[in-house]
């Protein structure tokens, strides 16, 4: 039998949120405005996924999907000299991937699922960077959100599978939803995630994340039925996320 692990966020308060950081088995999705640190925690999560547990870490290799060109070597370097890890070496641990469209997304998590069966137990965690972005673009008519949703079904499925059969941790980062404000420009919804309620089924545990004041961010257990809809502050430096 496998054994949930969890992997620490590199912020204290935010673990304590998520009962000790995002865990294997299970699907996290972040949401929330622009800037307010979703890529930053991908970053964060995929050089402490390589940590020795004791360390908070899952002891394993990353892959990341990146859908929006937003991966940095420089970002991983920093957060490894953080932690006191060999920043070359911690980068070789992450399969990276750039998608280029909802179809090509699909593929390439095809191609890392047979990775992760090759070398079994190796990687403890997948990121998607973001999930929704590709289809919003993909599927963009007025008469296609039927058809978007299907296929982001199909993938949240299969993502589902991934998780539970090698035992990683995956890390979705989803977009708020814009609503058409006054004249011609659209403000931004900060509460409501895109994806419906496919999206909202698929994720075990929603994390909704706004700025505070100055660089303050605040992350908040979204629609959870068993945890408290508690609250934690977490700041962006250039070590990753900290309290
Ligand atoms: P979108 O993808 O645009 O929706 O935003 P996001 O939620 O992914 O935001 P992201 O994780 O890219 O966070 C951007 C924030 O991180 C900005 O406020 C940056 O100032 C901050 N940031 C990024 N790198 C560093 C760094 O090296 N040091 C510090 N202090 N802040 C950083
Ligand atoms: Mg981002």
Redo the contacts with the bound molecule.
Sequence with gaps: RKKVMVISTGAKQLDELLGGGIQTMSITEAF??????????AHTLCVIAQLPTAMGGGNGKAAYIDT?G?FRHE?IK?IADRFGIDSEAALENILVARAYNSEHQMDLITEIAARFAEEKGIFRLLVIDSIIALFRTDFSGRGELSERQQKLNQMLSRLMKIAEEFNVAIYL?N?VQSDPGAGMTFVADPKKPVGGHIMAHASTTRLY?RKGRGEERIAKVYDSPDVPEAEAPYA???GGIVD
Excluded: N, P, S
Excluded at 32 to 41: L, W
């Design positions: 929330g405005e622009f800037r307010t640190g979703k890529t930053q925690i929006e937003t970002r920093a980062t977009q994340l962006i430096t250039v």
